[in-house]
């Protein structure tokens, strides 16, 4: 089993920035890529982007350049890095957790999820 901890999100206002962190723990070695996906009310959740344990990285179109991933391996944290945020970036913030070794954007390509960290950006 994995256990995913997310923590860095609160209020911000347009225009500025988040790091959301996400620790892992438990089986952390069968971990081979990370993600973070957004729900927002009313809506599904949806990708946002994920890191392979080799350091790969893929994007949501939206995400356009503003948001960055990353991770520690040896610290078995993954980040997210959030700028130039907008009001519709508002949503719950979940980081999950894949043991296969591609990075997949649907929820059911990822084994492990986190409870999740509220970001809210305000005009």
């Known amino acids: 089993q994995v256990q995913l901890v997310e923590s860095g999100g609160g209020l911000v206002q347009a225009g500025g920035s988040q790091r959301l962190s996400c620790a892992a723990s438990g089986r952390t070695f069968s971990i081979y890529t990370m993600g973070w996906f957004r729900q927002a009310p009313g809506k599904e959740r949806e990708f946002v982007a994920g890191i392979h344990w080799s350091s790969g990285t893929y994007y949501a179109d939206f995400v356009k350049g503003r948001f960055t991933i990353s991770r520690d391996n040896a610290k078995n944290t993954a980040y997210l890095q959030l700028n130039s945020l907008k009001p519709e970036d508002t949503a719950v913030y979940y980081c999950?957790?894949?043991?296969?070794?591609?990075?997949?954007?649907?929820?059911?390509?990822?084994?492990?999820w986190g409870q999740g960290t509220q970001v809210t950006v305000s005009l």
């Open positions: 999950a957790a894949a043991l296969r070794s591609f990075i997949g954007t649907t929820t059911s390509s990822y084994n492990y």
